[in-house]
């Protein structure tokens, strides 16, 4: 069985750093490409950030240079390091594997960025 256990969520003021976690299992992790999606209230699910099975990366425009994904084959999870978050990162952040074309997710992690 395929699952995705996201962690690490949180309240973090203006400019601060949280990192999430997504343990894996039920699948071969080290040859998907990952995902981090995140919706906000009244938004649409957008991809924040993806990671291939070789270690490449992309990034939405609005996290770039903020954001890090990076992955533990040994671990079977991946990252997502969050830095100088706003308020405008406030989200439910998913984790996201697409396997045999299927779309998996986790069950979320609320991410609060709020003085």
């Known amino acids: 069985q395929v699952q995705l256990v996201e962690s690490g969520g949180g309240l973090v003021q203006p400019g601060g750093s949280l990192t999430l976690s997504c343990a894996t299992s039920?699948?071969?992790?080290?040859?998907?490409?990952m995902g981090w999606y995140r919706q906000a209230p009244g938004k649409q699910r957008e991809l924040v950030a993806a990671?291939?099975?070789?270690?490449?990366?992309n990034y939405a425009d609005s996290v770039q240079g903020r954001f890090s994904i990076s992955r533990d084959n040994a671990k079977n999870t991946v990252y997502l390091q969050m830095n100088s978050l706003t308020p405008e990162d406030t989200a439910v952040y998913y984790c996201?594997?697409?396997?045999?074309?299927?779309?998996?997710w986790g069950q979320g992690t609320q991410v609060t960025v709020s003085s």
């Open positions: 039920g699948f071969t992790f080290s040859i998907y490409k």
């Open positions: 990671i291939t099975s070789g270690g490449r990366t």
């Open positions: 996201n594997a697409r396997i045999s074309l299927q779309d998996i």
